[in-house]
């Protein structure tokens, strides 16, 4: 049974205009993309996204009911789930042992702080950490990167994918392994990241909305990257009632997708200043009902010259402040003797290198 697009819960001022342009059902809106209902409704990009977001959401509603709780699962299930799904190691030990493991597949990760401290940098670290082969440990994925700031530079995930193939190519010890280097390569970790430039909150929201089918169509996405989410909601808005609403919507759509596609969700956001009687702090942005989004925020901070990462927000880890650099090769750990994510002690040649790198630093 067709259902009729005045039925849907919109304005009514959207609904004539649909009408109008001769959207009679739902059905007659499925296919459209916003820019072009947009421009056969007579309709905002923002309204023309609203109006398939509703019909989405309406439309596949019973659908993804039943698909979510029409066979209920046990804890058991739910554990052995989550088993399955690896995590993305930071090649940073000391910050993978504090999440357990690493940025956890299924759930969506904050990283907060202010600017210069390393967000983006640990972005690019992940978004070529989750194409390491699974004999490796890692997951073998590709990864979606949607840059709002013009931050994402290809020169410098040129120097960490390099890296993170020597470091490999290093600990290749069996045949499986030596055959996974022939495809773990620089150029192989560029064409696995499919980069999305958005310039304002409006291109976000219709990125968000075509995810799910792009998903779809490449399985082996791994892990979604925002850099950053707060950058495009900062300004443009003269309701935060709007701001907030929208925000609200992305936030559920990112725990859907992070379910639905077993994939990590990475979003970045800045520091604003929050000023109560005589004193400030910093805080993360777009207030505290952004706050419940994600599963895990983790502030990237400075104490003194030293970078530090805490995890202050995180349902299955204990408060933790572990410290961190930024080096050529990439997010490491500050002392470099320090255990890699490959659990292998390094070698007497990496120290030695890595210590000829600190002195020429």
């Not at 459209?32 to 989405?56: N, W």
């Not at 996974?180 to 560029?190: G, Q, S």
């Not at 919507?249 to 596609?261: E, N, P, R, V």
């Amino acid at each position: 049974m067709q259902r009729p697009v005045s039925s849907l819960s919109l304005s009514p001022s959207v609904k004539v205009k649909l009408v109008s342009a001769g959207f009679q059902f739902t059905a007659d809106l499925l296919n459209l993309k916003p820019l072009q209902l947009s421009k056969e409704a007579g309709l905002s990009q923002q309204e023309a996204l609203e109006v398939l977001q509703v019909v989405r959401r309406e439309e596949g509603g019973g659908d993804e009911a039943a698909a979510a709780g029409g066979a209920s699962l046990t804890a058991l299930d739910l554990l052995q789930k989550e088993e399955e799904l690896r995590s993305i190691v930071t090649f940073s030990s000391q910050l993978d042992a504090a999440l357990g493991g690493g940025f956890p597949v299924g759930k969506t990760t904050e990283i907060c702080g202010a600017p210069g401290v390393g967000k983006t940098q640990l972005c690019l670290q992940l978004a070529v950490d989750v194409q390491v082969p699974q004999c490796f440990g890692g997951l073998g994925g590709q990864v979606v990167f949607i840059d709002t700031e013009g931050s994402f530079m290809v020169q410098r995930v040129v120097d960490i994918a390099t890296a993170a193939v020597r470091h490999c190519s290093q600990l290749a010890e069996d045949a499986e392994q030596r055959d996974a280097m022939m495809t773990f390569t620089m150029e192989t970790i560029l064409s696995n990241m499919f980069v999305v430039r958005c310039h304002d909150y409006v291109e976000l929201l219709a990125e968000m909305y075509l995810l799910p089918d792009f998903l779809a169509q490449h399985p082996r996405v791994r892990l979604l990257v925002i850099d950053s989410v707060a950058f495009p909601f900062r300004q443009h808005f003269d309701e935060l009632s709007q701001r907030t609403r929208l925000l609200n919507g992305l936030a559920q759509q990112l725990i859907a997708m992070a379910t639905s596609h077993s994939i990590a969700m990475v979003i970045t956001n800045q520091m604003t200043t929050r000023v109560r009687g005589s004193q400030s702090q910093l805080v993360p942005a777009l207030g505290e009902s952004w706050g419940h989004a994600p599963t895990i925020r983790l502030l990237l901070h400075w104490a003194g010259a030293q970078r530090l990462a805490t995890i202050f927000k995180s349902p299955g880890h204990t408060d933790a402040t572990v410290p961190y650099q930024i080096t050529a090769d990439g997010f490491r750990d500050t002392v470099q003797s320090e255990q890699p994510p490959s659990k292998r002690p390094r070698t007497h040649a990496d120290q030695s290198a890595a210590s000829q790198r600190d002195d020429s630093s």
